[in-house]
């Protein structure tokens, strides 16, 4: 599978919503992150919708098609940084260990809250 | 709480070799899937490659551009996961991040360390 397709910038009023896509993913099983300079990626959506443990339910994703998508409501200053989704696209099976793992990114979005 | 911390980045020159180390804490690692994924400064994420934990068999899995060249490994007796880079170039050169898979995603990461190749 090819790099994932991403808007490289997106921008909203603080308190607003904003969507950022994620074009050519062929498995349900996309993942968001996002990065703060000079941090490491922090997972905020797994599985096209899941949201890990501590993550606000201002972020939320969905899925139609091969495009899957990231909406931020609720704007905050703190939102802003780079976000990345990825889709699994390996077959892998992990109950029996068998398969192999690929995993590919899109280029990112820089998401500035004005 | 879970940390991943990696070391061993450097100043390499091209064709060189290097060892990255990432030590873990907080979870079983020897029941943990562990990839590394890297980042060109300023650019995207590619994920490089992932081991699977021992009693699924331990297998390693590359992405294309550094199959042959990159190996993984690990040490669960020192909660260790490994990365030998060999036939260092140019387009190596990123931060490396080790990060745990959770089924097909990665929930956790370390804070990366760098690798530059330049003569």
């Known amino acids: 599978q090819s790099a994932l397709t991403q808007p490289p910038s997106a921008s909203g009023s603080a308190g607003q919503s904003v969507t950022i896509s994620c074009t050519g993913t062929?498995?349900?099983?996309v993942s968001w992150y996002q990065q703060h300079p000079g941090k490491a990626p922090k997972l905020i959506i797994f599985?096209?919708?899941k949201r890990p443990s501590g993550v606000p339910d201002r972020f939320s994703g969905s899925k139609s098609g091969s495009t899957a998508s990231l909406t931020v409501s609720g704007l905050q200053a703190g939102d802003e940084g780079i976000f990345y989704c990825?889709?699994?696209?390996?077959?892998?099976?992990?109950?029996f260990g068998t398969g192999s793992s690929n995993w590919v990114f899109g280029g990112g979005t820089k998401l500035t809250v004005v | 709480d879970v940390q991943l911390v990696e070391s061993g980045g450097g100043l390499v020159k091209p064709g060189g070799s290097l060892r990255l180390s990432c030590v873990a804490s907080?979870?079983?690692?020897?029941?943990?899937?562990l990839s590394w994924v890297r980042q060109v400064p300023g650019k995207g994420l590619e994920w490089v490659g992932r081991?699977?934990?021992?009693?699924?068999?331990?297998?390693?899995d590359y992405a294309a551009p550094v199959k042959g060249r990159f190996t993984i490994s690990r040490d669960d007796s020192k909660n260790t996961l490994y990365l030998q880079i060999n036939g260092l170039r140019a387009e190596d050169s990123a931060l490396y991040f080790c990060?745990?898979?959770?089924?097909?995603?990665?929930?956790?990461w370390g804070q990366g360390t760098l690798v530059t190749v330049s003569s």
């Open positions: 990060a745990t898979n959770a089924l097909f995603h990665f929930d956790y």
């Open positions: 907080g979870f079983i690692f020897a029941d943990a899937w």
């Open positions: 081991i699977k934990s021992k009693t699924n068999g331990g297998t390693t």
């Open positions: 062929s498995s349900d099983y």
């Open positions: 599985e096209v919708n």
């Open positions: 990825s889709s699994y696209a390996g077959n892998d099976n992990w109950l």
